[in-house]
């Protein structure tokens, strides 16, 4: 039901911003996390950043101090501005959303196709 489009992809030089967004399409009962994966060629999908419906965000060591993770009021939406990009920040970047079901227990996921990142000069 929940479909996510991720934008804002693209080729920056070292050093460089970029900002993604996330963009949910249909309703949802109400939005438990939001977050922001990356894969690299051969390596597997790791965690980029997450911010809660309660507005507490995490962020992966390798990007602290450097990417931003935020909602627009409905938490519909997710954004990731990344500063001071590096070579190794390369990546297809995927959002994710976590919706909690009210009433149950239920906390189904829903993924985006990605957008690429390339960092290079």
């Known amino acids: 039901q929940i479909q996510l489009l991720e934008t804002g992809g693209g080729q920056v030089q070292p050093g460089g911003s970029l900002r993604l967004a996330c963009v949910a399409s249909?309703?949802?009962?109400?939005?438990?996390?939001m977050a922001w994966f990356r894969q690299a060629p051969g390596k597997e999908r790791e965690f980029v950043a997450r911010?809660?419906?309660?507005?507490?965000?995490y962020y992966d060591d390798s990007v602290k101090g450097r990417f931003t993770i935020a909602t627009n009021n409905a938490k519909n939406e997710v954004y990731l501005q990344m500063n001071s990009l590096k070579f190794e920040d390369t990546a297809m970047y995927y959002c994710?959303?976590?919706?909690?079901?009210?009433?149950?227990?239920?906390?189904?996921?829903?993924w985006g196709q990605g957008t690429q990142v390339t960092v290079s000069s």
């Open positions: 911010i809660m419906g309660g507005g507490s965000t």
């Open positions: 994710n959303l976590a919706e909690l079901v009210p009433g149950t227990s239920r906390r189904p996921e829903y």
């Open positions: 249909g309703r949802t009962f109400n939005t438990y996390a």
